[in-house]
């Protein structure tokens, strides 16, 4: 059975005078309040007492406190952890009596559930590092991840080579009129001078035919003048004859070859044989281009095997929960990866990987839940309870937000601060003209801007929510005042800088304003357009467009610090290439409306509530941030934990008033008090209905803080007036039977 926190006594610890928490046994348990209210000095106290000095908070003594602190916390294995004296000794008793220290706490405490933000807050490759180390495959998966980034990279490497050498070859020009193979210039040369031998050997031969010609024609001369050898000579001539007939025959059939295809060839050679080698460069880039392909594959294969070993190791370890698992070094639940898990599923995992690091450790301590809305802390309650796990948490309530929202023109900027809680707009540029909403006159000044904000902190003006549209013009009216105040022209006239410091401070009068307007209970919206600006990192080797505000540059860091929520509304634009090769251009398609809530490299944007990186932009996304009394009341949500018996009932928003019960008589043993009237609790801040009843009922203001602060909701000496509306409407108010029942239930015992 894990250990339980049973009951927790402080007293003088922090901002804590003294409270008594007696927490549900499993499921969650709130410490809600207002700002600077003790809530996360009772998560501190009980962080003390068990965890030990290095818990210790550095101002652990309340300011003003003449006693030293004082820490019981009871278990439900019956241990005592007891705190007390000037040095605030440890005392550590076990159910037997015997006495001990820090070492028996160490056994069943676990320290990451004394400080859950920090395994929150760890990098993600911590994170998965402790859930390995807890399921105990860490090294063999490990090694299996190495395998598979060193398959993976070299793939990738692969997959670059397969690309590059396709690109490659796509441009490569080929010639399917070119030979396969280069040519030779001396192959051709020397089929040249074949060919002009044989010619020569013809010549010779035509040659020796006129040498026959030139001696038919001298015999036959001869013969004139020889008649006398005629008949010798005829003979001599016939054969001479025969001869000549068939040197002629032989001569006629002789023909010459052409070398006029060589010469083409010879000149052109270093033409054909260029497109050649482009051919054969194409073919062979095909076929390396192929072959990375081919690897690539194999490689493909091998990472799927490896993944498949993988998820067999994941799938036969003991995880804290089912669809926990580590990829790519990095914690996943249900494929998400931590910044992208709602917030009910990161407590869920933070607490159950917590929870199997000491199985006897049955608790976890949560800070700051204001960020979840009602139905996520259900949720996660409920989780809780089947879990058996016991959650101690703290959250804001009723608080005011602080939001500041930009975006480029016409995006519908003014359209959604109209549906923050009852708006009224300070409108200085003029943009709610088409609006149905409530507006102040347009300020025509600085003065009358701030002598606006400050109606709206005085009461005068009745709205849940003060809405600036916009920042930007709201600035320049700031800036003129500035410059007529001076009697100059511009900020310029002030000299290098100065102007601009002038703007800063008077800007600054502004947030100080609506300061005081949060504080007097109303959210406050401001709106400012955006543009585009260059944007250079004191560690980069470049400037590059980002989105900022369109103020001064020494304005807007002031916003940026000042807001709860920084918001970037854009449209959501998507560039896809159209075409290939040289001529591809890039198109931009799309046009859907998002809010951006967390940094980016090409703007600013942050929120204090868990959002997700991108939401639409719609209201909707943030309307559970907006909680407090400038909300319109939420239906009441289920309790997140059973609650005791006796313990005050969850703040309901809808119930209405419980009829006044009839006086109980009085008791011989009980002390009652006398009774004050209704404007004298009304003159100490008590709400109208609540004084009436406590009124009716002799209920003094201490003993109404005494039952309060038994039951943890907020510190014994908070007055009823710093109660949140809420709180006392939908929790005193209307269960106002059980709550007198618990006034006079403690009447007999002494405060």
Same mark, same amino acid.
């Given at each position: 059975?894990?250990?339980?926190?049973?009951?927790?006594?402080?007293?003088?610890v922090?901002r804590?005078?003294?409270?008594?928490l007696?927490p549900?046994?499993?499921?969650?348990?709130?410490?809600?309040?207002?700002?600077?209210?003790?809530?996360t000095?009772?998560?501190?106290?009980?962080a003390?007492?068990?965890g030990?000095?290095?818990?210790?908070p550095?101002a652990?003594?309340?300011?003003?406190?003449?006693?030293?602190?004082?820490?019981?916390?009871?278990?439900?294995?019956?241990?005592?952890?007891?705190?007390?004296?000037k040095?605030?000794?440890?005392?550590?008793?076990?159910?037997?009596?015997?006495?001990?220290?820090?070492?028996?706490?160490?056994?069943?405490?676990?320290?990451?559930?004394?400080?859950?933000?920090?395994?929150?807050?760890?990098?993600d490759?911590?994170k998965a590092?402790i859930?390995?180390?807890?399921?105990?495959?860490?090294n063999?998966?490990?090694?299996?991840?190495?395998?598979?980034?060193?398959?993976?990279?070299?793939?990738t490497?692969?997959g670059?080579?397969?690309?590059?050498?396709?690109h490659?070859?796509d441009?490569?020009?080929?010639?399917?009129?070119?030979?396969?193979?280069?040519?030779?210039?001396?192959?051709?040369?020397?089929?040249?001078?074949?060919?002009l031998?044989?010619?020569g050997?013809?010549?010779?031969?035509?040659?020796?035919?006129?040498?026959?010609?030139?001696?038919?024609r001298t015999?036959?001369?001869?013969r004139?003048?020889?008649?006398?050898e005629?008949?010798?000579?005829?003979?001599?001539?016939?054969?001479?004859?025969?001869?000549?007939?068939a040197?002629?025959?032989?001569?006629?059939?002789?023909?010459?070859?052409?070398?006029?295809?060589?010469?083409?060839?010879?000149?052109s050679?270093?033409?054909?044989?260029?497109?050649?080698?482009?051919?054969?460069?194409?073919?062979?880039?095909?076929d390396?281009a192929?072959?990375?392909?081919?690897?690539?594959?194999?490689?493909? #294969?091998?990472?799927?095997?490896?993944?498949?070993?993988?998820?067999a190791? /994941? +799938?036969? =370890?003991? @995880? !804290?929960? $089912?669809?926990?698992?580590?990829?790519?070094?990095?914690?996943?639940?249900?494929?998400?990866?931590?910044?992208?898990?709602?917030?009910?599923?990161?407590?869920?995992?933070?607490?159950?990987?917590?929870?199997?690091?000491?199985?006897?450790?049955?608790?976890?301590?949560?800070?700051?839940?204001?960020?979840m809305?009602?139905?996520?802390?259900e949720?996660f309650?409920?989780?809780?309870?089947?879990?058996?796990?016991?959650?101690?948490?703290t959250?804001?309530l009723?608080?005011?937000?602080?939001?500041?929202?930009?975006?480029?023109?016409?995006?519908?900027?003014s359209?959604?601060a109209?549906?923050?809680? #009852?708006?009224?707009f300070?409108?200085?540029?003029g943009?709610?003209?088409? /609006? +149905?909403? =409530?507006? @102040? !006159?347009q $300020?025509t000044?600085?003065?009358?801007?701030?002598?606006e904000?400050?109606?709206?902190?005085r009461?005068?003006?009745?709205?849940?929510?003060?809405?600036?549209?916009?920042?930007?013009?709201?600035?320049?009216?700031?800036?003129?005042?500035?410059?007529?105040?001076?009697?100059?022209?511009?900020?310029e006239?002030?000299?290098?800088?100065?102007?601009y410091?002038?703007?800063?401070?008077?800007f600054?009068?502004?947030?100080?304003?609506?300061?005081?307007?949060?504080?007097s209970?109303?959210?406050?919206?401001?709106?400012?357009?955006a543009?585009?600006?260059?944007?250079e990192?004191p560690?980069?080797?470049?400037?590059?467009d980002?989105?900022?505000?369109?103020?001064?540059k020494q304005?807007?860091?002031?916003?940026?610090?000042?807001?709860?929520?920084?918001?970037?509304?854009?449209?959501?634009?998507?560039?896809?290439?159209?075409?290939?090769?040289?001529?591809?251009?890039?198109?931009?398609?799309?046009?859907?409306?998002?809010?951006?809530?967390t940094?980016h490299?090409?703007?600013?944007?942050?929120?204090?509530?868990?959002?997700?990186?991108?939401?639409?932009f719609d209201?909707?996304?943030?309307?559970?941030?907006?909680?407090g009394?400038?909300?319109?009341?939420?239906?009441?949500?289920?309790?997140?934990?059973?609650?005791?018996?006796?313990?005050?009932?969850?703040?309901?928003?809808?119930?209405?008033?419980?009829?006044?019960p009839?006086?109980?008589p009085?008791?011989?043993?009980e002390?009652?008090?006398?009774?004050?009237?209704t404007?004298?609790?009304?003159?100490?801040?008590?709400?109208?209905k609540?004084?009436?009843?406590?009124?009716?009922?002799?209920?003094?203001?201490?003993?109404?803080?005494?039952?309060?602060?038994?039951?943890?909701?907020?510190?014994e000496?908070m007055?009823?007036?710093?109660?949140?509306?809420d709180?006392?409407?939908?929790?005193?108010?209307?269960?106002w039977?059980?709550?007198?029942q618990?006034v006079?239930?403690?009447?007999d015992?002494?405060?």
């Amino acid at each position: 059975m894990s250990i339980k926190i049973t009951t927790l006594e402080a007293e003088n610890v922090k901002r804590i005078k003294a409270v008594a928490l007696t927490p549900a046994p499993t499921g969650l348990t709130l410490v809600g309040g207002n700002n600077n209210q003790g809530k996360t000095s009772v998560l501190d106290a009980l962080a003390w007492a068990l965890g030990g000095e290095k818990f210790r908070p550095n101002a652990a003594q309340r300011d003003g406190a003449v006693a030293p602190a004082h820490l019981r916390v009871t278990l439900s294995n019956g241990v005592v952890v007891e705190r007390k004296g000037k040095n605030a000794s440890l005392t550590v008793t076990d159910p037997t009596g015997r006495r001990s220290g820090q070492q028996l706490l160490n056994a069943f405490v676990e320290p990451l559930a004394l400080d859950l933000p920090r395994f929150m807050e760890a990098s993600d490759k911590e994170k998965a590092d402790i859930l390995l180390r807890i399921i105990g495959i860490g090294n063999e998966l490990h090694l299996r991840d190495m395998e598979i980034k060193r398959i993976y990279d070299k793939r990738t490497f692969t997959g670059q080579l397969a690309q590059q050498k396709k690109h490659f070859a796509d441009e490569l020009i080929s010639y399917p009129d070119a030979p396969e193979q280069p040519l030779s210039a001396s192959d051709l040369i020397r089929q040249q001078q074949d060919i002009l031998a044989r010619n020569g050997e013809n010549q010779r031969k035509r040659s020796q035919l006129a040498q026959l010609e030139a001696k038919s024609r001298t015999l036959a001369q001869r013969r004139e003048q020889l008649e006398a050898e005629l008949a010798h000579l005829t003979e001599e001539q016939a054969a001479l004859t025969t001869d000549l007939y068939a040197a002629r025959k032989s001569a006629e059939d002789l023909q010459d070859e052409s070398t006029a295809e060589l010469e083409a060839s010879i000149q052109s050679i270093e033409e054909t044989n260029r497109k050649v080698r482009a051919n054969l460069e194409k073919a062979r880039a095909e076929d390396e281009a192929a072959k990375y392909a081919s690897d690539y594959d194999k490689l493909t #294969d091998a990472i799927e095997q490896k993944r498949k070993e993988r998820l067999a190791l /994941l +799938n036969g =370890a003991d @995880l !804290p929960l $089912p669809e926990l698992s580590v990829e790519d070094g990095a914690l996943t639940y249900k494929g998400k990866r931590w910044r992208d898990m709602s917030g009910s599923d990161q407590l869920r995992v933070a607490a159950a990987i917590v929870r199997r690091l000491n199985p006897d450790c049955g608790f976890v301590l949560l800070d700051k839940l204001e960020q979840m809305d009602m139905t996520t802390l259900e949720e996660f309650g409920h989780w809780l309870e089947a879990e058996g796990l016991q959650a101690i948490a703290t959250r804001i309530l009723n608080t005011p937000v602080k939001v500041v929202l930009y975006g480029p023109e016409g995006i519908g900027k003014s359209t959604f601060a109209s549906h923050f809680p #009852d708006p009224v707009f300070i409108d200085t540029e003029g943009g709610t003209k088409r /609006l +149905n909403v =409530a507006r @102040l !006159p347009q $300020p025509t000044s600085w003065a009358m801007l701030l002598d606006e904000v400050r109606a709206v902190t005085r009461g005068e003006v009745s709205c849940g929510t003060l809405v600036i549209d916009t920042a930007d013009w709201a600035e320049r009216l700031a800036i003129d005042a500035i410059c007529a105040k001076a009697k100059v022209d511009g900020l310029e006239g002030f000299g290098y800088g100065k102007g601009y410091t002038y703007v800063k401070e008077e800007f600054g009068r502004l947030l100080d304003a609506l300061e005081e307007v949060l504080n007097s209970g109303h959210h406050v919206l401001i709106l400012a357009h955006a543009a585009i600006t260059k944007f250079e990192q004191p560690d980069a080797a470049g400037s590059y467009d980002r989105w900022t505000m369109k103020t001064t540059k020494q304005t807007e860091p002031l916003l940026r610090e000042w807001c709860d929520m920084l918001l970037f509304a854009n449209y959501q634009t998507i560039v896809e290439k159209s075409g290939s090769g040289p001529n591809a251009k890039n198109k931009a398609t799309g046009g859907k409306r998002v809010l951006y809530t967390t940094h980016h490299a090409c703007w600013d944007a942050k929120n204090r509530f868990g959002l997700p990186d991108e939401v639409p932009f719609d209201y909707a996304s943030i309307a559970h941030c907006i909680t407090g009394p400038a909300s319109a009341p939420p239906a009441a949500p289920k309790p997140a934990a059973p609650a005791e018996k006796d313990i005050l009932p969850p703040p309901s928003a809808t119930a209405a008033p419980a009829p006044q019960p009839k006086p109980q008589p009085e008791s011989p043993r009980e002390t009652v008090p006398e009774a004050l009237l209704t404007p004298d609790l009304m003159a100490l801040g008590v709400p109208e209905k609540l004084a009436a009843l406590m009124s009716a009922n002799n209920v003094t203001p201490e003993e109404l803080q005494f039952v309060v602060g038994k039951r943890g909701y907020f510190p014994e000496d908070m007055p009823i007036s710093d109660y949140p509306a809420d709180f006392v409407e939908g929790c005193l108010v209307a269960a106002w039977p059980q709550v007198l029942q618990m006034v006079l239930d403690n009447r007999d015992l002494p405060f």
